[in-house]
């Protein structure tokens, strides 16, 4: 008896956690046919509860208010990986009956490539591929990202790929910004002269900020 957990006179029967959030089903101690489900925050937190006097209705409740979170989390999860997929350029990558799925910029392409038995360096694993490789940019549906795929041709390796998108993706924001406008008015006529540019505003940038460092 303890460890009963009750709330307004009602005895909590059910409970279903989900993420950071909990909901519960309770039935009133000294009414067994009514009944009330809560959301539950830190075990002891009640509120917005939706009353009843059918246990099935109460169940039902329970089930569907839990699944609308889990659908909550789901959509959330789908934004946050829509955001996250615009600052990266992806690859698939075939060799042996294996593959791999590449996301640029990263600090394991040697290894990645090694896990699907690849032994050739990252600058000779050319995105025209080889006999026995297969090599695919892939588009995501982002303008810019997806723009930035078509400067690419068959005789640039993925480690070209990868500092193009480390010179985009992991460098001042304004760079970023830069890279993007030009890249609407197709400036750009191939990935390596999007990659010098980007490389040659980004120490801009920073002899900049060096300068006016020493001004102070």
Not at 48 to 59: E, Q, V
Not at 76 to 96: C, D, F, N, P, W
């Given at each position: 008896?303890?460890?009963?957990?009750?709330?307004?006179?009602?005895?909590?029967?059910?409970?279903?956690?989900?993420?950071?959030?909990?909901?519960?089903?309770?039935?009133?101690?000294?009414?067994?046919?009514?009944?009330?489900?809560?959301?539950?925050?830190?075990?002891?937190?009640?509120?917005?509860?939706?009353?009843?006097?059918?246990?099935?209705?109460?169940t039902?409740?329970?089930?569907?208010?839990?699944?609308?979170?889990?659908?909550?989390?789901?959509?959330?999860?789908?934004?946050?990986?829509?955001?996250?997929?615009?600052?990266?350029?992806?690859?698939?990558?075939?060799h042996?009956?294996?593959?791999?799925?590449?996301?640029?910029?990263t600090?394991?392409?040697?290894?990645?490539?090694?896990?699907?038995?690849?032994?050739?360096?990252?600058?000779?694993?050319?995105?025209?591929?080889?006999?026995?490789?297969?090599?695919?940019?892939?588009?995501?549906?982002?303008?810019?990202?997806?723009?930035?795929?078509?400067?690419?041709?068959d005789?640039n390796?993925?480690?070209?790929?990868?500092?193009?998108?480390?010179?985009?993706?992991?460098?001042?924001?304004?760079?970023?910004e830069?890279?993007?406008?030009?890249?609407?008015?197709?400036?750009?006529?191939?990935?390596?002269?999007?990659?010098?540019?980007a490389?040659?505003?980004?120490?801009?940038l920073?002899?900049?900020?060096?300068?006016?460092?020493?001004?102070?």
């Amino acid at each position: 008896m303890g460890d009963m957990r009750t709330n307004a006179g009602f005895v909590i029967t059910n409970s279903i956690p989900i993420g950071n959030k909990e909901f519960v089903l309770g039935v009133n101690m000294k009414n067994p046919q009514s009944f009330v489900t809560w959301e539950c925050k830190d075990g002891d937190d009640y509120f917005w509860g939706h009353y009843t006097d059918s246990l099935l209705k109460a169940t039902r409740d329970l089930c569907q208010r839990a699944i609308g979170e889990v659908d909550n989390l789901e959509l959330a999860e789908q934004e946050r990986k829509e955001v996250e997929s615009r600052y990266i350029l992806t690859a698939t990558v075939k060799h042996g009956g294996n593959s791999a799925v590449i996301q640029f910029p990263t600090e394991e392409l040697g290894d990645i490539l090694g896990s699907i038995g690849i032994t050739l360096p990252p600058e000779r694993v050319y995105l025209g591929g080889h006999t026995d490789i297969e090599v695919h940019l892939r588009h995501n549906g982002n303008p810019m990202t997806d723009a930035m795929v078509h400067l690419f041709h068959d005789k640039n390796s993925l480690r070209m790929v990868n500092e193009v998108a480390k010179a985009v993706f992991h460098s001042d924001w304004r760079v970023y910004e830069r890279v993007e406008g030009k890249l609407k008015t197709g400036f750009y006529a191939d990935a390596g002269n999007l990659l010098r540019d980007a490389v040659d505003y980004a120490k801009y940038l920073k002899d900049k900020h060096r300068d006016r460092g020493e001004e102070r």
